[in-house]
C-alpha cells in the first residue's frame, strides 16, 4: 500500500508562485511514474505533469515552460514548482502514483489563483 500527501497548496496572485510537495510512504519506493492531476467542480480531473524514477517528464501543454515537476527518490517526495500562475490554474491538485496495478491518490490540495 502506499500513502499519499499533498501540501504546499493555498492562495496567490496572479503571476505568483507556489510549490506543491507531495510525500510518499508506505511501499513507495519502487513507484515508476508519479504526476500531479488538477479538479475543478464540474469538470474532469486533468493531466498536468508526470515523472519517472529516471527523471523523465511530461506536461500539459497549458503548463509547460510555467511549471516544472521534480521528484528527491532519496525523501520519496515529489514536487511541482508553479510560476507564472494564472486564474485558469485555480483548482485541487493531486497526487498521483499507480502501483502494482492501483492507481493511489492524495487527498488534494487547493490551489487559488486571483486575478
Known amino acids: 500500500q502506499v500513502r499519499l500527501v499533498e501540501s504546499g497548496g493555498g492562495l496567490v496572485q496572479a503571476g505568483g508562485s507556489l510549490r506543491l510537495s507531495c510525500a510518499a510512504s508506505g511501499n513507495s519506493f519502487n513507484i515508476k511514474v508519479m504526476g500531479w492531476f488538477r479538479q475543478v467542480p464540474g469538470k474532469q480531473r486533468e493531466l498536468v505533469a508526470t515523472?519517472?524514477?529516471?527523471?523523465?517528464?511530461n506536461y500539459a501543454d497549458s503548463v509547460k515552460g510555467r511549471f516544472t515537476i521534480s521528484r528527491d527518490s532519496a525523501k520519496n517526495t515529489m514536487y511541482l514548482q508553479m510560476n507564472s500562475l494564472k486564474s485558469e490554474d485555480t483548482a485541487v491538485y493531486y497526487c498521483?502514483?499507480?502501483?502494482?496495478?492501483?492507481?493511489?491518490w492524495g487527498q488534494g490540495t487547493q490551489v487559488t489563483v486571483s486575478s
Open positions: 515523472i519517472t524514477n529516471s527523471g523523465t517528464t
Open positions: 498521483n502514483a499507480p502501483y502494482l496495478g492501483y492507481n493511489y
